[in-house]
């Protein structure tokens, strides 16, 4: 059978056996768009879950923060414009001094975003309005960040001072990844500091599990000291998408109340990994499109293609499905470019870490401290709209998906020494490596090509 995959900018046919199975890995086909989404947000906040409508949580005066996801999380359609603006039609109607309320992009250890580039998400009109009150959260700033303690697990727990001191903080989810975001990841991961993002983003910690999930047990207890320890409020605004222009759900209320009905959303509509086939399989095979949520504005290094969105995003068909000691196979140019303005602490990682170990528990161990603090680079993620340097380590975390791999085949990468730097091995084509793969596994192993849903178009800057 002919299948055409994601590559790079483009698409590429190739040849697979006729006993390949395909398995689609998206479910967000079940999903329809809002017909109307402004009167879905005007009936989420007058009927919030678990709690009084935004204007009954605040008095004349109050101070107020509305925060939201930045442009790495794939919603490109106006969903957070018009939930600001609703909001800010609330507040000024309970009092509130629109001149007082500030607006924060919650970047997190992403980077910081240029005013143009907010713009395509939130609207030229709200950038131009709020000028100095519009942020992006800025983790290593002294005086921006506050300490609150210890969880009863010893998880530190640091987080942005204007959560600390609003009267109500507002939190506008624009997507969720499965069961990644959302919930009190928002406030205490895109408001927070590494030394909380520390304790949940390793190897073994992050999930996006729908059930269950681990990383959000730990972020759950974060967010129970933050609402103690701070005066004011947290109300949030999630959203489920069909797709990254339009909104399919959307519902508003408390963190614990919103994450519920989301997940419940959520369950509904996507399907257990595990369950997409019977069968597990000795070759995997996908396609990787030129595009990250951590090059949105940017350009892709073999860093983000190969281990961040190969092994990372789109690999988490692999546990589910892949035999012990399966082929991966990658199809990628994977050009071997690097933006050093915006991933300067990359080809650091990638010359210097990567040459030494891919054993991602030790490289947390052994260079995770020196990223985090080293201090020129964290200069560039303060003023130069560069991504934290620790931020590198974490996209080698992926790795920890090898133990399940017997070996990676990357399909045509333009550079065969690229895919050999991380131990992988280079085919100049599918049909090649499914041979090389057919060696391993002999030549009725049993195949399966996931067909990922096509990662949008780079946003244009």
Known sequence: MQIELPFGDGTQAAEFPDHTMVIESGGRAKLKPLDDLEAAVQRALDRPLDSPPVEKLVSPGARVSIAFDDPTVGSFGPVRQVVIGQLLERLAAAGVDRGSVKLICANSLHRKFRPHELSLIIGDELVAEFGERLSCHDAEDPDTMVYLGKTPSGYDVEISRHVVESDLTIYINAAHARGFNGGWKSVCVGLSSYRSIRHHHTPRGMSMSLHNNRM??????????????????VFKV???LANPLQVAHLCAGTVSRTRQATLEVLSGAIDDRRNLSQERFDTIVYGIPNWSPYA???SMNPLLTLVSSGLGYLGGMIQALGRPGCTVIMATPAPETWDEVHHPSYPVVWNEVLT??????EIARRYADRFATDRALIAKYRHEYAFHPIHAI????????????????????????TAEHLGFRAAASVEEALEIAAHRHGNRGRIGYVRHPLAPGKVAA
């Open 216 to 233: 959000h047990a730990m972020l759950d207890e974060m967010g129970q000291l933050t609402e103690a320890k701070i005066a004011g409020s």
């Open 356 to 361: 030494k170990t891919r054993d991602p528990d």
């Open 296 to 298: 949105v504005f940017a």
């Open 394 to 417: 974490l996209a080698c975390y992926p790795l920890v998906r090898l133990e399940q791999i017997g070996q990676v085949i990357v399909a045509g990468v333009e550079q065969a020494a």
């Open 238 to 240: 999630d959203t489920v």
